[in-house]
């Protein structure tokens, strides 16, 4: 008779409890022994709660044929008892295992029928005395399965979480060992008479998060009874004998199925090796052969079975052994080796369905906390917990893991965990592959929660849990401080305050008493910033220590520390972030400007930690960031104010990129040679200050407050700035133009372009702490005597009629950078016959720049200043490389396209390609040329303010060098070899610029 009513009622009535296949549902339910317990509904609503509804019936439709004295007594303890019939339909509904198991021993759900409050969590004691009637291999099977059910009915019902049954798990083989233990010395008392064995656990029984099913791993260590010592020999071969027999009887196949498999080849040498070894065979085996991984297993050896006191002994004895481990050699790249061995070891196919140890699975997780753990755990005893969860929340406490990191990973380990334990349930079989079926997907996503579409959500969940362990895997386990810390003597890291004076000094430090006091105020007490910084401290100590000056370096650290303590991602981006806490190491360490720079936006740290973080901004979003906060600002000061903080911020990017890309390789970047790395700063720089130039503009405009515009005005760069080849202390070399708007008459246009010209540089010229950006306008026509803003109209006067060699020569550097564009272009195609004329300069011209430039040399050198290492004026310096260029240029530039560019090098290499020089001569010009740039650079970046020749002071000097790519002491070399280039470069100079 159908229940409720019509069969089609019952059909959809079953469809909606989750039922797939309701025909085959409705037959058990009609069946005699269910009809009468089905009835009220009340038992299908709590089938329908399960994981799978049609398996929960069967599975009771089985135990309730096998009740020998009738199912009315579990039918009806169901009826009246929800506990229980939440507990065992659960089960039912999750384990066909365990369905068998009942079907088997039909009376074991009365196990389930009460949980007192003590057996709400047992632990190893408790499981012990429920195995305790076991006295053969069958019997312990029998047990263990009905202790097996509790768990699984507390934990698919939620009364526990996936750590408690994890922990419950691992205590009930603990205990399975020790009845196992037992029941083989009962067997054997001659041999328990004659040694000590102790069982150590390792992998997850060890940690106590064991699986369902999984292998256990234990390692056996033995000593003579006592009374006979010295027979070491008989009491190994009896300790081997009750050891091989305790394995038996947990893994061996009987009528009752199988246990599981006890694995002992975690134990030295592996399978190769004696099952049974003496402590000390252990620890001299550990001492001399055992290899990184064996540590990283021993993490969790923990003793569960035997002679407790010789299972207390053996991990008293190996734990030191575990944390010196991290300082064996390559510790770090063996660790990471091995993770990466293992996942080229899963099979073809099933790389994306491993939950254990598939890229975003368990092992990710595991080999992450674990190497975290060796490297840090050292002096941190707070690290050395065995569960995988313990040791990251540990990690997490102490600053080792971000917190939010930390979550996620506890989050997604538990759901990968609990997902395992679900599949392996099952059927109980040891697997962690994601089942394909569809069927298995949505008992699966059912069982873990996943009511609406279980297939879709549980799938959507995975591959989210997995990419977030991968991508904090990769994040952790890769991460760069790791190895540094690794390679530190043990005693560098928590020194006492001798021991690290002597070290400092050791290192490098001058006054070791200050860095003490920094390392104080920065790690002292038990604050998470505190303990992160103890974590960074030691490997930023050895970075300084590689510099020119490490108390620079210490201090620095010190004072961005202290700017940005209430910011809580600072120094989570140092630990976490790449090679953030390298590089800024290096950039604190390098000079004063990068550290400057820095302390007045120490937020820009962030820009250490992004990979793209140090490339130069392209002109056109730079220019558009200042143009948007100029127009925000309430005042031309704020304004100015504004786009200065742009360009601090910038010039800091640039610095820190060079600084950076010159400590990693010695001078250039990874894959560049010094030439483009020097042309980029160049060309970084140049746009950092047309950018700000073009921002004060507006502001000066703004500032005017025109009902309309009266003019037009264009800035042009010279020099330096406009060759894009700005050094980091280079002043801004511009001239002004402007262009009247139709119908304005030229002296009100005039005395508006003065006006707003005159205010942009009284904005840029503003006190500030930001470094000052000098606009110099002295290479105008007439110079500091001629109007410091010109129409072009009066341009193109002058340069008709007064116009001089030297400035036909200053034109070739000329290039628009701010203001009005077709303005700009208009003047360069107004200057270009100048600059390149048909014929080149007539001879008396040729021969007034040689003479202006042997003036130059004669007048403007600095008193007292060696003319050998002077970058500017002195021998074969810039100056010299210049000049010569530009001949080339004034002659040849009409008939040549090549050489009508601004930049030195470019024109250089032209010159050459064209045969207008030996190529031999062009590259010692580029090299000498290359060479000055980078000591100007240099310089700036160590002092901190700009200077032509090399520092006197000893430190700042070695950290020129340094910056160079020379090794600490080679300072004389550095001279040597500045000489020896510029030296080559006058010879050839004096040729081709006095001589051709």
Known sequence: MPVGGRKDSRFGQLLRRGFTDPTAAGRLLDDPVLRAAAADGVLLDALGATADPDLALRGLARLAEAQSRGPALLLDTLAAAKPLRDRLLAVLGASEGLADHLARHPDDWQSLVAFETADLHPGTQEFEAALAPAADADALRVHYRRALLTIAARDITGTTGFAETAAELADLATATLRTALRIASDAAPEDAARCRLAVIGMG??????????????????????????????????????????????????????????????????????????????????????????????????????????????????????????????????????????????????????????????????EFAVQLLQLVHGRTDTSLRAATTLDALGALAAGGYVGRQDAGSLDASYRFLRTAEHRIQLYRLRRTHLMPTDDADLRRLGRSLGFSGEPVHELTAAWRRHTAVVRRLHEKLFYRPLLDAVARLDAGQVG??????????????????????????????????????????????????????????????????????????????????????????????????????????????????????????????????????????????????????????????????ADIVGAYATGGASADEAPGPVLDRVGDALTDINAATVAGALTAAFAARAEPEPLTRIAVIAMGRFGGHELSYGSDADVIFVHDPLP????????????????????????????????????????????????????????????????????????????????????????????????????????????????????????????????????????????????????????????????????????????????????????????????????????????????????????????????????????????????????????????EG
């Open 495 to 656: 020194l006492g305050q001798d021991a690290a004076r002597e070290r400092l000094v050791a290192l490098g430090y001058a006054d070791p008493v200050a860095a003490l006091r920094h390392l104080g105020a920065l790690a002292s007490g038990v604050s998470r910033k505190a303990a992160i910084q103890r974590t960074l401290l030691p490997v930023l100590l050895d970075r300084f220590a590689d510099s020119a000056d490490p108390d620079a370096g210490l201090l620095g650290f010190r004072k961005v520390s202290d700017a940005l303590g209430t910011s809580p991602w600072y120094l989570r981006l140092l630990r976490d972030e790449g090679a953030a806490a390298e590089n800024l190491a290096r950039v604190l360490s390098a000079g004063r400007l990068a550290p400057d720079l820095l302390l007045r936006a120490p937020e820009a740290v962030a820009l250490l930690g992004d990979p793209a973080g140090l490339a130069p901004r392209p002109l056109p979003a730079l220019g558009q960031e200042i143009q948007a906060a100029v127009r925000r600002a309430d005042t031309p000061e704020g304004a100015v104010a504004a786009a200065r903080g742009v360009r601090r911020r910038e010039l800091f990017r640039t610095a820190a």
């Open 204 to 365: 997850k029984c060890g940690g106590r998060e064991l699986n369902y099913v999984s292998d256990v791993d234990v390692i056996f260590v033995a000593e003579p009874a006592e009374g006979t010592e010295g027979a070491e020999g008989p009491a190994l071969q009896a300790a081997t004998r009750l050891a091989a027999h305790m394995m038996r009887l947990c893994s061996e196949t009987t009528a009752e199925g199988t246990i599981w498999p006890v694995d002992a080849n975690l134990r030295p040498e592996g399978r190769n090796g004696p099952l049974v070894r003496t402590l000390s065979s252990h620890l001299a085996y550990y001492r001399r052969w055992a290899k990184t991984w064996e540590f990283q297993a021993l993490l969790k050896a923990r003793p569960v079975a035997g002679d407790a006191a010789l299972g207390d002994d053996y991990r008293a004895a190996v734990a030191p052994l575990v944390w010196q481990a991290v300082e064996r050699e390559n510790f770090v790249p063996d660790v990471q080796q091995m993770r990466r061995r293992v996942e080229e070891s899963i099979p073809a196919g099933q790389a994306e369905r491993e939950l254990k140890l598939g890229p975003g699975g368990l092992r990710d997780v």
């Open 743 to 994: 119908g304005v008459p030229e002296q009100r246009a005039a005395e508006a372009a003065f006006a707003i010209v005159n205010e942009m540089i009284r904005l840029l010229q503003l006190p500030s702490v930001d470094p000052p950006l000098l606009v110099d306008a002295d290479l105008r026509p007439e110079g500091r005597s001629g109007p410091l803003v010109r129409s072009l109209a009066s341009f193109a006067a002058y340069y008709r009629r007064w116009s001089l060699t030297w400035e036909s020569q200053a034109l070739l550097r000329a290039e628009p950078v701010a203001g009005d564009a077709d303005l700009g272009e208009r003047f360069i195609g107004l200057i270009d016959p100048l600059r390149h004329p048909p014929g080149g300069p007539a001879e008396e011209a040729v021969r007034e720049i040689r003479r202006l430039k042997a003036r130059m040399e004669a007048e403007r050198m600095p008193r007292g200043a060696d003319p050998t290492t002077h970058t500017k004026l002195g021998r074969g310096g810039l100056s010299d490389i210049e000049w010569t260029v530009q001949l080339l240029q004034l002659r040849y530039g009409h008939e040549l396209p090549a050489l009508r560019t601004t930049r030195t090098r470019r024109a250089l290499a032209a010159a050459a390609a064209a045969g207008l020089l030996d190529a031999a001569d062009a590259e010692v010009l580029d090299e000498a040329w290359l060479l000055a740039s980078r000591v100007r650079n240099a310089v700036m970046l160590v002092r901190g303010r700009p200077q032509d020749t090399f520092p006197a002071d000893t430190r700042e000097s070695a950290a020129v060098a340094r910056y160079l790519g020379y090794e600490p002491g080679e300072v004389g070399r550095m001279l040597d070899d500045y000489r020896r280039t510029t030296r080559r470069a006058r010879a050839v100079v004096e040729r081709l610029f006095y």
